[in-house]
């Protein structure tokens, strides 16, 4: 009758086409033992029409950090969420080679902004795992975490689903 405990949940949609795991699945410790907090990895799709591969925004927000390689994405939410999108394991270590960038910093962005365009097989021939982690880096403010594993979308798919405390 009274919906006075009824949760708003609310969605962070898939930054890059591919098959999301467990964040445990990543070949990093840092994202697999939750240091940076929870999250999941996504396995890039890679075919031959689509080596090079758009990162879109997972939240309608403001960027508050592009990395100066050009590897990761820290946007915040309306709500405060933060968001990590982290392309690949150690690639870092390209200074930006294989990485286009399309936002700047206090830039909002949504679901369809594209933040970057990867090229997958630079990335793999230079020795490099393009997994993306996506990691929600204020975890402590939020609760109810559902994570969605599986074939993803792009902008499309709802990838972890949530509630602010």
């Known amino acids: 009758m009274f919906n006075f405990h ?3 949940y609310k969605y962070i949609k898939s930054p ?3 098959v999301a795991k467990p964040i445990e699945e990543a070949p990093d410790d840092v994202f697999a033992q939750r240091i940076l907090g929870p999250g999941l990895v996504i396995i890039p799709e890679n075919t031959v029409e689509n080596a090079h591969v758009k990162v879109f925004s997972p939240i309608d927000g403001k ?3 592009v ?5 990761a994405y820290t946007i915040v939410g309306a709500d405060g969420l933060e968001v990590l ?3 690949g394991i150690n690639t870092v270590e390209l200074k930006g080679k294989g990485f286009k960038n399309f936002v700047k910093n206090t830039q909002k962005v949504n679901i369809k902004t594209e933040i970057s365009n990867i090229d997958i097989d630079y990335i793999t021939q230079s020795g490099y795992n393009p997994c993306t982690p996506v990691v929600i880096l204020n975890s402590d403010n939020f609760c109810d975490f559902e994570f969605n594993y599986g074939e993803v979308i792009a902008s499309e798919t709802e990838i972890i689903k949530y509630v602010k405390k």
């Open 67 to 71: 990395f100066a390689t050009n590897h």
């Open 6 to 8: 009824k949760k708003k």
């Open 85 to 87: 999108v982290h392309i």
């Open 16 to 18: 890059i086409t591919g």
């Open 63 to 65: 960027i508050v950090q």
